[in-house]
Structures are given as structure tokens and as C-alpha cells.
């Protein structure tokens, strides 16, 4: 079942499970949150109120929380969500040329999502392989040692 076909009582029952699960002490907030995203796809508004009732945390609290880790999002994303590093060691080597082709291949820019759903880009810091840059992550791909070329084919293996 996705997010999309769940009503309000199974969203419910969905969000009560993960909180059981995890914890509901204020240190279990981003881990909850970030199963939310995984189950979800993005922290809707009134999973916010079912959090901060389950919780005992302020809804301000939980949407500050939410809005500022990258992982975490309060909007709906595309299936596929590309996530190009934007730090100095990707960036020296060609970083910038790799990043352009990929916002034109996706006709996006960061924070973005596809008209039709698919794709969503984002900008993210060093993923930790800064050995193999410029790097991109789909999903949970690493693709490293990118050129501006590569881009079109690496996005095709996920029509
Ligand atoms: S700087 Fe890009 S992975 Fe580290």
C-alpha cells in the first residue's frame, strides 16, 4: 500500500506503529521521522499532529525538525530522488560541469520535483567518497567518477 491510497485511520495506525517501534521520547524524533519519509515518502501536515499528540511535542518542534534535515522532507518527492554532492572536493573535479548536465537533463533545478513525479534533485554535502568525484546518489546508488556525458545514461536506468 502506498501513502497515496491510505486513509486518515490507516495513516493513523501506520504512524502509531512506527512511534511503538522507535520510541516517543523527544531524542526518537528524527528517527521516527525518517521512517516516516521511508513509509510516506514526505511528512505530511497531519502526520505532524498525530506526532505531536503521540509525542508530546510541539508541532513547531517537529516541523523545525523536518524542514531542516535534507534527508528529511515535508513535501511530496518523486519517485527517484537524485541527490548531486555540492562540496569543494566533488566541485574541483568537475563538479560543476556534471551538475549542470544533470539540471538540464532533468529540466530541474534543486529542490525540485518532476511534473510527471519521477524525479526530484536535490543538493547534498559530501557523501563520504570524495575519492571517486564528482558523485551522484540515486536513491541509495553511488555513482562516482561522473562526466557531464555519463549523466543521460546513468538517469536511463531508471525508466
Ligand atoms: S566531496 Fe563529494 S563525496 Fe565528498
Not at 511535542?57 to 535534507?70: D, G, H, Q, W
Not at 519517485?79 to 560541469?97: D, K, T
Not at 551538475?99 to 543538493?123: H, I, R, V, Y
Request: charged share 20%.
Amino acid at each position: 500500500m502506498t501513502s497515496e491510497t491510505m486513509n486518515e485511520q490507516e495513516t493513523s495506525l501506520v504512524v502509531q506503529e512506527i512511534v511503538k517501534r522507535i520510541g516517543s521520547k523527544r531524542a526518537d524524533l528524527i528517527p521516527v521521522l525518517q521512517e516516516v519519509t521511508n513509509q510516506f515518502g514526505f511528512i505530511s501536515q497531519p502526520v505532524i499532529k498525530e506526532l505531536s499528540a503521540l509525542m508530546s511535542l510541539p508541532t513547531k518542534e517537529i516541523n523545525s525538525v523536518a524542514t531542516f534535515y535534507r534527508m528529511l522532507s515535508t513535501q511530496p518527492r518523486g519517485r527517484h530522488v537524485v541527490q548531486f554532492c555540492e562540496s569543494a572536493p566533488c566541485h574541483v573535479v568537475g563538479g560543476r560541469e556534471v551538475f549542470s548536465s544533470l539540471k538540464q537533463a532533468l529540466a530541474l533545478e534543486p529542490g525540485q520535483t518532476s511534473p510527471d513525479n519521477k524525479w526530484t534533485l536535490l543538493t547534498t554535502s559530501c557523501l563520504g567518497v570524495c575519492g571517486v568525484g564528482p558523485v551522484i546518489l540515486i536513491d541509495t546508488d553511488t555513482y562516482g567518477n561522473v562526466t557531464p556525458e555519463q549523466v543521460k545514461e546513468i538517469l536511463s536506468r531508471y525508466e
